[in-house]
């Protein structure tokens, strides 16, 4: 747990993510990376300097397989209020609109559903499960596909939703959330939408994998070019102690 811990609190801190009094909906998808979130926000809102509290938010997708009760218990035990919002979302994107491109319609139909939840919850802030190897597979995506350099940022506010993002789990290494999940025997819900995934995101990961081989130490360096350069809202706070 401290390691997690010590991750998640270096992210908050060199990117500002929380303030005194803020309510934050951690959205939970019911998969590792965002109970491993939830996990590590309400046990670091015991002792972070700046008081906050924890809401946990699920949009049930329409699948009557998803079973959310064990996420139920673990909020319980957290002490997190949990706000589970029933959508259509599933059906629509495959049985009503036979979308072409499923994914970004479901992402989007989300987005706006978790931003409404966590508003109606008296949240202004929404933290989301993206870690380290999201954060570099998406910035090589935009620039091998569309010819950009670009990434979602660590901290976005949302003017139209007036809702703040954030994305704590951004130091967090992909391995090293899956091990996390398995320790401390999160209660993964299967997820059984029918998209194939994102294949060009497998590709990007199964790319890195490869050049990790030969030239261990890549993923980082290309974050590390990311804090450097750097691109729009990924400059670090300098001046924190534990900033390298
Ligand atoms: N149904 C949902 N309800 C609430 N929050 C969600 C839901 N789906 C996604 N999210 C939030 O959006 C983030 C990014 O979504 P994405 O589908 O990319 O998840 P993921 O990378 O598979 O992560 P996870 O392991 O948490 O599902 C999630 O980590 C979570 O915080």
């Given amino acids: 747990?401290?390691?997690?811990?010590?991750?998640?609190?270096?992210?908050?801190?060199?990117?500002?993510?929380?303030?005194?009094?803020?309510?934050?909906?951690?959205?939970?998808?019911?998969?590792?990376?965002?109970?491993?979130?939830?996990?590590?926000?309400?046990?670091?809102?015991?002792?972070?300097?700046?008081?906050?509290?924890?809401?946990?938010?699920?949009?049930?997708?329409?699948?009557?397989?998803m079973d959310f009760s064990p996420v139920q218990t673990l909020c319980?035990?957290?002490?997190?209020?949990?706000?589970?919002?029933?959508?259509?979302?599933?059906?629509?994107?495959?049985?009503?609109?036979?979308?072409?491109?499923?994914c970004s319609l479901c992402a989007k139909l989300r987005r706006g559903a978790l931003h409404d939840a966590a508003r109606k919850a008296g949240c202004s802030k929404v933290a989301l499960g993206h870690h380290f190897d999201?954060?570099?597979?998406?910035?090589?995506?935009?620039?091998?596909?569309?010819g950009r350099i670009s990434c979602f940022s660590?901290?976005?506010?949302?003017?139209?939703?007036?809702?703040t993002l954030i994305r704590p789990l951004l130091y967090v290494p992909e391995y090293y959330v899956r091990?996390?999940?398995?320790?401390?025997?999160?209660?993964?819900?299967h997820n059984p939408c029918?998209?194939?995934?994102?294949?060009k995101r497998q590709e990007i990961k199964d790319l890195l994998k490869s050049l990790e081989k030969t030239m261990p130490g890549v993923r980082e360096r290309i974050f590390g070019a990311m804090q450097r350069y750097p691109l729009d809202g990924w400059e670090p706070d300098k001046t924190r102690r534990d900033y390298k």
Avoid at 34 to 56: D, E, I, K, N, W
Avoid at 179 to 189: G, Q, W
Wanted: no cysteine.
């Fill in 76 to 102: 319980d035990k957290l002490g997190v209020e949990y706000i589970r919002v029933p959508t259509q979302i599933g059906p629509i994107v495959f049985d009503i609109r036979h979308e072409e491109n499923p």
């Fill in 154 to 163: 660590p901290v976005t506010y949302l003017d139209r939703a007036d809702i």
């Fill in 1 to 65: 747990m401290q390691k997690m811990l010590s991750y998640v609190r270096r992210a908050v801190d060199h990117y500002h993510m929380i303030d005194e009094g803020d309510r934050i909906a951690v959205g939970v998808s019911g998969g590792k990376d965002s109970l491993a979130l939830l996990v590590a926000l309400s046990q670091l809102s015991r002792f972070y300097p700046h008081h906050f509290t924890v809401v946990a938010i699920t949009l049930e997708m329409g699948y009557d397989e």
């Fill in 134 to 146: 999201d954060v570099v597979e998406t910035y090589m995506l935009s620039l091998f596909y569309e």
């Fill in 179 to 189: 091990s996390f999940a398995k320790r401390h025997e999160l209660p993964i819900v």
């Fill in 194 to 199: 029918p998209a194939d995934g994102n294949t």
